[in-house]
């Protein structure tokens, strides 16, 4: 459909740079500027918003002077970066009602109107980790390895915990959690080497300071979970299964023969 606007991004901590604007002939309407904007979330390679843009809409976006170089259009986007961190991203739009410009929305953050136009659950999977942020690989093992000692210091809690009699929940739904999160941002960027690092670290902790202890009155789902993860980790890495053979007290491996759930018992 030819629903013509433009798409101003202003993006540099340099209050002197000029905005960059782009003129994209169809689909201007709110729903097709939150598709044109998703398809530069969806850009593994690390690059930034306005070079994203750009490549995922390449077969129209031009480059325009500003926002009143076309006097057709119908819709104006204008993408700024959050004064309070610039990696959140803000959209103003307008659009051209009667014979003015009016204001629909001023600030609006850039995940919201993607979610409110294009579909949340299509956001969801796009966004990683957030969901407010622009990522590379780089951000993506970041955030996982920070995330990694969150559930170290709550490991470390729990200890605590247990040695003074509280017979705690152990973190096991914080670790099932982070492997979950791990595998879906890793598997939309591509970095598969962050996914197995932080899942062969959780499987070690486990090992470390959780197996053989009481388990409370955690459900038994995310003890299958875990040991599921446990399982994947045996099955390509045998120096992991050699460790896990020789736990104490001993731990049994799910039969691929069987085909059967091996299963956690408590101490």
Request: hydrophobic residues 35%; contains cysteine; negative net charge.
């Amino acid at each position: 459909m030819g629903t013509r606007a433009t798409y101003q991004f202003n993006l540099s901590n340099d209050a002197g740079a000029a905005p960059v604007t782009l003129y994209c002939h169809w689909d201007g309407y709110p729903a097709g500027a939150a598709e044109k904007l998703l398809h530069a979330l969806l850009d593994k390679e690390g690059r930034d918003p306005i070079a994203s843009f750009i490549i995922g809409n390449k077969e129209q976006a031009m480059f325009a002077s500003g926002h009143e170089a076309y006097g057709n259009t119908e819709y104006r986007y204008t993408i700024t970066c959050s004064p309070d961190d610039k990696a959140d991203l803000l959209i103003t739009f307008d659009s051209y009602e009667g014979d003015q410009w009016n204001r629909t929305a001023t600030n609006l953050p850039l995940q919201d109107f993607i979610a409110d136009h294009y579909g949340i659950d299509l956001y969801r999977e796009a966004v990683i980790y957030g969901p407010d942020r622009w990522h590379t690989n780089a951000s993506i093992a970041e955030n996982a390895m920070s995330s990694l000692d969150e559930v170290k210091s709550k490991i470390k809690r729990w200890e605590v915990d247990l040695s003074a009699g509280d017979i705690e929940t152990p973190p096991l739904v914080f670790m099932n959690d982070l492997v979950e999160r791990t595998k879906t941002e890793t598997s939309l960027n591509g970095d598969n080497e962050t996914y197995m690092t932080i899942r062969r670290a959780l499987v070690q902790m486990y090992f470390e300071h959780l197996h053989g202890k009481p388990w409370g009155s955690i459900h038994q789902s995310h003890v299958n979970k875990l040991h599921d993860l446990i399982n994947e980790c045996a099955a390509e890495d045998p120096i992991m299964m050699m460790q896990i053979q020789s736990a104490q007290p001993p731990f049994k491996l799910k039969s691929k023969a069987a085909g059967q759930r091996a299963r956690l018992e408590p101490q």
